[in-house]
């Protein structure tokens, strides 16, 4: 399934590349691509940090990753095999972290949410997206939306504030969802 994954979303660059620019990450930084499959995101937070960036992949199917050094995506971050509630990196190590469709799949989110604060340096941005609204993609798997997803705002911001950060915007939009939090000191 790996390496057809990203045919259905072809269309999707330009979303993932404007979200990816939403972060503010700079020359130089440190992007991290947690859940980051296929690499899709990776070209676009490797233009944000430039040549003396530093830009991370984890995923925890090592089919995806095989499938992202096979799109020659290797060439623009590392990538590497791990769980996203226990990151094999050092506190304060990232600038930004870029998630797309992740945390609502995750049999903890609060549990990684903290994971993720502990790896990002005071002021670093959390970025969770999706090129789909949480309503089109319950109508796709054929089910409402739930008042327990992680990813409403009534749930994703006490919980992002209980981990230590700040929901700085938030979009549920019918083709898109965004959600900004900013690394509280």
Same mark, same amino acid.
């Given at each position: 399934?790996?390496? =057809?994954?990203?045919?259905?979303?072809?269309?999707?660059?330009?979303? !993932?590349?404007?979200?990816?620019?939403?972060?503010?990450? *700079?020359?130089?930084?440190?992007? +991290?691509?947690?859940?980051?499959?296929?690499? #899709?995101? +990776?070209?676009?937070?490797?233009?944000?940090?430039?040549?003396? *960036?530093?830009?991370? *992949?984890?995923?925890?199917?090592? =089919?995806?990753?095989?499938?992202?050094?096979?799109?020659?995506?290797?060439?623009?971050?590392?990538?590497?095999?791990?769980?996203?509630?226990?990151?094999?990196?050092?506190?304060?190590?990232?600038?930004?972290?870029?998630?797309?469709?992740? +945390?609502? %799949?995750?049999?903890?989110?609060?549990?990684? +949410?903290?994971?993720?604060?502990?790896?990002?340096?005071?002021?670093?941005?959390?970025?969770?997206?999706?090129?789909?609204?949480?309503?089109? #993609?319950?109508?796709?798997?054929? #089910?409402?939306?739930?008042?327990?997803?992680?990813?409403?705002?009534?749930?994703?911001?006490?919980?992002? #504030?209980? =981990?230590?950060?700040?929901?700085?915007? !938030?979009?549920? =939009?019918? %083709? %898109?969802?965004?959600?900004?939090?900013?690394?509280?000191?």
């Amino acid at each position: 399934m790996a390496d =057809a994954w990203e045919e259905p979303f072809a269309a999707d660059g330009p979303a !993932y590349d404007a979200a990816v620019a939403r972060m503010g990450l *700079g020359p130089g930084q440190r992007a +991290l691509d947690l859940g980051c499959g296929t690499g #899709r995101a +990776l070209p676009a937070l490797r233009a944000e940090v430039g040549a003396k *960036g530093f830009v991370l *992949g984890i995923d925890l199917t090592a =089919a995806m990753l095989d499938a992202a050094a096979r799109a020659e995506r290797r060439s623009l971050a590392e990538l590497l095999l791990a769980d996203c509630h226990r990151l094999p990196l050092a506190p304060s190590t990232v600038d930004g972290i870029f998630s797309t469709g992740l +945390l609502n %799949h995750l049999p903890e989110p609060r549990t990684a +949410l903290r994971e993720w604060a502990r790896v990002t340096a005071s002021g670093g941005t959390l970025l969770l997206f999706h090129p789909s609204g949480r309503a089109e #993609r319950a109508a796709r798997h054929g #089910r409402p939306l739930s008042p327990d997803d992680p990813l409403a705002e009534p749930n994703l911001r006490p919980a992002l #504030r209980a =981990a230590g950060w700040h929901l700085a915007d !938030y979009e549920d =939009a019918p %083709h %898109h969802f965004l959600a900004r939090a900013v690394r509280a000191s």
